[in-house]
């Protein structure tokens, strides 16, 4: 069993940065693979990063590639999303999201048994 507990949205002028931060508590937090999707109002949960349980592996979205870096510290037990040069169309709530799979990153929202309550980024134009 993993709980999650997201922090650090909110809001911030198109251009910005925010750093996002997923606490998980359990055991054999690296054992897990690692992602953050994101719902805007009226829209389906989307993917945006994952990351492997080993840390070799991330993926991204083709709309944050070059914007947006996922990290963990399996030591701490948290997983980090890194947002710069945010837009207008970034803004939704952002859950992370746990998998037991050991071996690089599930893409897809059924993929993921563990969910977080979601932390709202707003950005503003």
């Known amino acids: 069993q993993v709980q999650l507990v997201e922090s650090g949205g909110g809001l911030v002028q198109a251009g910005g940065s925010l750093r996002l931060s997923c606490a998980a508590s359990g055991r054999m937090f690296s054992s897990y693979a690692m992602g953050w999707f994101r719902q805007a109002p009226g829209k389906e949960r989307e993917f945006v990063a994952a990351i492997s349980g080993s840390i070799i592996s991330t993926y991204y979205t083709d709309s944050v590639k070059g914007r947006f870096t996922i990290s963990r510290d399996n030591a701490k037990n948290t997983l980090y999303l890194q947002m710069n040069s945010l837009k207008p169309e970034d803004t939704a709530v952002y859950y992370c999201?746990?998998?037991?799979?050991?071996?690089?990153?599930?893409?897809?929202?059924?993929?993921?048994?563990?969910w977080g309550q979601g932390t709202q980024v707003t950005v503003s134009s």
């Open positions: 999201a746990a998998a037991r799979q050991r071996v690089g990153a599930p893409l897809g929202v059924l993929d993921y048994s563990y």
